[in-house]
């Protein structure tokens, strides 16, 4: 076997027990268990579901370098989820949460842009070894694609490898970094989306038109909630999976056209198949919105959706080396103080304008995680919010490009001595 080969490789397994660690965290979060009770008033139960699968990953049980489950629930599963999340969604009502939703999205691009350079310069007073690199080694390089994923996601970290050519070596050493720092952010987004209210509290924020938002869509599912049958259950699977198949034959056909005929558009990501996926599945759950489809809510649609999304959950976890931070502990460091940027600004913003924290979380998570973990974040605060953090994260498809870009030269600018 190989060096980093994990224990376990089977995906059948690996998927078994990731099924298993979301089975038993469900269970003991709904038991009346005194001890129980008490954990999870600590600890939020979707923590726990992500939080699991990374350490097996560290101690290499299992292994997402290893396995596919991150890919099918990321391109099977999630549109899917999605279409079933947003096939109930009051769109007027999202659109009334008004423009602090879009403030603080624009707001934590601000903060990874100007992050990284003044993540760059603080290290490089302490440690100027640091910029001692040459050629295709130079930090600036590596530090670029990790803006392109924090801003627009995997095709804009490509786009930024491509443009500033990073060393095979130094760009797979910042994926660790991107994916851990990422990741430990999540996680606490995540624990802090059970308890807003302190922090609304703090900033005086008004989350009405969130809350409202959200007591629509429960009293709405409660009007037409019923039994479901198995009739009703694959409905809701054919309709799901049925246009998650579609958004990938659009996908599949549009992306390479566009690539090869309107190259220009890459800037917007318009050439990756991915947001292509995201943005029909999307679409086609908020056109269904509009239709009597929307009552397939009353039989589980969006518990369905839920289910799938807590498998992305899973296998996002086991993506995550919770050891890798020894590997090169100053890129770690590097990682961790631009993300305290990016979080400081958009607090700073939040703070200004009075937005609640559930904007700053799905406006953080929409630029750093984008539409794969976004909808989670959200769902965290209610299952009612999800497609919130969806449109919220195809906004960074659209700028995800310019706002690297800009952070790669303010990142080389800082390495050649400001």
Not at 167 to 194: H, K, R
Request: hydrophobic share 55%; net charge neutral.
């Amino acid at each position: 076997m190989e060096e980093n080969t994990p224990l376990l490789t089977n995906d059948a397994v690996v998927f078994g027990i990731l099924v298993g660690i979301l089975a038993l965290v469900f269970a003991t979060s709904s038991s009346s268990n005194s001890f129980w009770k008490k954990f999870y008033r600590v600890v939020p139960s979707i923590l726990l579901c992500y939080f699991i699968p990374a350490v097996l990953n560290s101690f290499g049980l299992i292994s997402g370098e290893f396995s596919n489950l991150y890919f099918m629930a990321s391109r099977y599963l999630l549109p899917t989820s999605l279409v079933l999340l947003t096939l109930s969604i009051d769109f007027k009502g999202i659109l009334k949460l008004g423009p602090k939703a879009l403030i603080m999205f624009l707001a934590g691009t601000l903060g990874i842009v100007l992050g990284g350079p003044m993540a760059l310069f603080v290290i490089s007073i302490v440690y100027p070894d640091i910029l001692g690199g040459v050629g295709p080694d130079e930090i600036w390089r590596g530090l670029s694609t990790i803006a392109g994923s924090w801003i627009g996601g995997g095709a804009n970290q490509t786009a930024m490898l491509e443009i500033f050519g990073a060393s095979p070596t130094l760009f797979s050493q910042m994926i660790a970094v991107d994916v851990l720092v990422a990741n430990v952010w999540m996680a606490v987004l995540l624990y802090w989306a059970a308890k807003p209210g302190r922090i609304d509290k703090l900033f005086k924020a008004n989350s009405s038109a969130i809350h409202e938002l959200q007591d629509k869509v429960e009293k709405y599912r409660e009007s037409i909630l019923k039994i479901p049958s198995m009739e009703d259950t694959m409905k809701i699977l054919g309709v799901g999976f049925g246009i998650t198949a579609l958004a990938h034959l659009i996908a599949d056909n549009v992306a390479p056209f566009i690539g090869t005929n309107y190259p220009q558009l890459s800037d917007y990501s318009l050439d990756s198949t991915f947001f292509w996926i995201v943005v029909t599945a999307t679409t086609g759950g908020l056109v269904l919105s509009f239709t009597k489809a929307r009552e397939m809510e009353g039989a589980g649609a969006s518990r369905l959706g839920s289910v799938m999304l807590y498998v992305l959950v899973a296998t996002i976890g086991m993506q995550m080396d919770l050891m890798a931070i020894f590997d090169n502990p100053l890129y770690f460091l590097i990682g961790i103080i631009w993300m305290f940027f990016h979080v400081l600004i958009m607090l700073l913003v939040a703070y200004l304008i009075k937005a609640p924290f559930f904007f700053v979380a799905v406006g953080s998570q929409a630029n750093v995680g984008g539409a794969a973990s976004a909808p989670i974040v959200a769902s965290a605060f209610n299952p009612a919010l999800a497609p919130v953090g969806v449109l919220m994260a195809v906004l960074g498809y659209a700028v995800g490009t310019y706002g690297a870009l800009l952070c790669g030269y303010l990142l080389q600018w800082v390495h050649n001595g400001l």
